[in-house]
């Protein structure tokens, strides 16, 4: 794993291309993109904790990512953390391992935000556990905004320790579910857009029509388009989607 610092905080631990001008918001995820907007005007106060699940793929990290960017452009003053579960553990193994264990807990219970994302895999880690749950505690009761993402909702992560499944199940809870036809077609155009492409309406809804799921397999639908067009040196139309894809439609279609 590569060590990221422990004062890593604000804007750094953004990803800058997951920004809401790159967001498609659709039937899947409206609700809990609502909810992230009432966040962002109230940070703290509304919807605190607020735990979004669903499978991979689906936008819950470009969510949360996005939701940091707003606050920090309304509050540049506040001290927000994103961090994956992986990355936490990390942290608090390397802060106790080399005797850093003070400068890690006071770097988290002074945040102002504390986004984690994908807390399924706190599984069996039971001193990160406590940690988490004592950083809740005190973020929470000084009015501090929390946002949580999971691959499940709180009532199938039973392993974890049951003070902080409690409060998992306190949180507002929300599913982000895969695309829709009409979303599916959207996410395709907004990625043509970003990336500077002319592929017409037909192409792209064939692509829609054929690739269900999560959004990794549409972009990857599009950048495999794109490098067949590339090779072959060709313009994107409906038949060549059709040949470039062909092995994939092919595996789409196979009976479970």
Not at 47 to 69: C, D, E, R, S, V
Not at 71 to 99: C, H
Not at 230 to 237: A, E, G, M, P
Request: hydrophobic fraction near 40%; charged fraction near 25%; proline fraction near 4%.
């Amino acid at each position: 794993m590569n060590k990221v610092p422990l004062d890593t905080v604000g804007r750094l631990s953004l990803n800058p291309k997951y920004t809401f001008d790159s967001f498609v918001v659709g039937k899947s995820n409206q609700l809990a993109y609502s909810i992230a907007l009432d966040i962002i005007a109230n940070p703290g106060h509304a919807h605190n904790p607020f735990l979004f699940f669903g499978g991979t793929g689906l936008g819950k990290t470009h969510l949360m990512h996005a939701i940091g960017h707003e606050i920090l452009a309304k509050n540049p003053e506040m001290r927000l953390l994103y961090v994956s579960s992986e990355i936490f553990t990390y942290w608090l193994f390397d802060a106790i391992m080399n005797e850093k264990y003070d400068a890690f807990r006071n770097k988290y219970r002074t945040l102002d935000v504390l986004m984690i994302d994908d807390i399924e895999f706190f599984y069996g880690k039971k001193s990160t556990e406590v940690e988490v749950l004592n950083i809740f505690k005190t973020l929470l009761e000084s009015n501090k905004q929390i946002i949580l993402s999971s691959d499940r909702p709180p009532q199938k992560l039973r392993k974890l320790n049951e003070h902080l499944l409690a409060r998992l199940e306190s949180s507002l809870i929300v599913d982000i579910q895969a695309p829709d036809l009409d979303m599916r077609i959207n996410i395709l155009k907004k990625k043509a857009q970003m990336d500077g492409i002319n592929i017409p309406d037909d192409a792209i809804d064939y692509i829609a029509s054929h690739i269900e799921g999560n959004i990794f397999k549409l972009e990857g639908a599009l950048s495999r388009t794109m490098a067949y067009a590339s090779q072959t040196d060709q313009s994107i139309t409906k038949e060549l989607v059709a040949d470039a894809l062909e092995n994939i439609f092919m595996e789409c279609e196979k009976p479970e």
